[in-house]
């Protein structure tokens, strides 16, 4: 249809929103329907958190704020990023939207240019290549594999570099994959980095809370501070606070790029809810024990999950290192037919017909730019996390 813009043409909507809503209106038919297709934590929002909103609401913090955040919650980014991540920023330096996604999306329409080039791993988060299309720049993907831990290799991103090239977007510990760089893994790809002094980093840190085992998380500036002049650190309260809903996300950067964001915003959304932001206050300055309670209730669950799916013929899945996510290879059962006679050549036929004869709804791969894989959320609890894994191994035990 002409009346729409032809950028918009070239994006797709969201594949793991269209998943959950499908799931949904299952469900609404009466069908018995798990569903593990959402990145959101199940758990709520701890009770501090609501009560600091509460308290905004009763003071009247009810009214616009400036466009990327009340100095309260800059101040305590600052604070969370020297803390946590040996990063030193200025207020004037932090810039506050609506959700990471806003801080991501700010970013990208910032900078790009038409024939920008933007370097993304694959498997990526399926957000990222369609906003650089919207931003008129093209994406670049740069390919991992199950065999190299769907890991970015120094060679790969080496290859992937052209004078074009504006931004690499890294994300680690990774949705759709789990999987996490150690510093000497980061530091391998700062060193390729360093040698191209105009390729900028936009580093999403969404899942720094949720890593297993000991991992140690860390951020491209902090392994190599002589990229902080052109790094862009991301980060949000969304998943690690289980704040999903209330759409606070942050970032610290050079100054004239946070100045360029904010631009953006205040003709955008103006700012983000003055309320949330009074949230988030509280979720980086208050009790933070929680956070490695939950993560040791992920960890149980992506154990249970990983030995499972592992038990399914055809299936291979890896243990990752982080999220809340895990990305099995179904290579195994592609050129079946399934139990209720679907033909699966594809993980999107494995992900339709798991969803139609078993009730488990998953995203499949060519979603996030690898395949065959599935992306199971282990965002649910033990017992549907069983039922779950029970229902998958049933259905690949059927097919012939
Ligand atoms: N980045 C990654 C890798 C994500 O998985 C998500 C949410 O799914 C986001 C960013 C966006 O987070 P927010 O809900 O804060 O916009």
Sequence with gaps: MTFLSETLSRVKPSPTVAVTQLARELRAAGRDVIALGAGEPDFDTPDNIKRAAIAAIERGETKYTAPDGIPELKQAICDKFSRENGLTYAPAQISVSTGGKQVLYNALMATLNPGDEVLIPAPYWVSYPDMVRMGGAEPVIVETSLETGFKVSAEALEAAITPRTKWLIFNSPSNPTGAGYSRGELKALTDVLMRHPHVWVMTDDMYEHLAYDGFAFCT?????????????????????????????????????????????????????????????????????????????????????????????????????????????????????????????????????????????????????????????????????????????????????
């Design 220 to 400: 491209p500036a902090e392994v190599e501070p002589g990229l902080y002049p052109r790094t862009l650190t991301v980060n949000g309260v969304s998943k690690a606070y289980a704040m999903t809903g209330w759409r606070i996300g942050y970032a610290g950067g050079p100054e004239d790029l946070i100045a360029a964001m904010r631009k953006v915003q205040s003709q955008s959304t103006t700012n983000p809810c003055s309320i949330s932001q009074w949230a988030a206050v509280e979720a980086l300055t208050g009790p933070q024990d929680f956070l490695a309670t939950r993560a040791e209730a992920f960890r149980r669950r992506r154990d249970l999950v990983v030995d499972a799916l592992n038990a399914c013929p055809g299936v291979t899945c890896p243990l990752p290192e982080g999220a809340f996510y895990v990305y099995p290879s179904v290579a195994g059962c592609l050129g079946t037919t399934s139990p209720g006679g679907k033909r699966i050549e594809t993980d999107e036929d494995f992900a339709t017909a798991l969803l139609e004869e078993s009730g488990v709804a998953v995203v499949f791969g060519a979603a996030f730019g690898l395949s065959p894989h599935i992306r199971i959320s282990y965002a649910a609890s033990e017992e549907a996390l069983t039922e779950a894994c029970a229902r998958i191994r049933t259905f690949c035990e059927g097919l012939v």
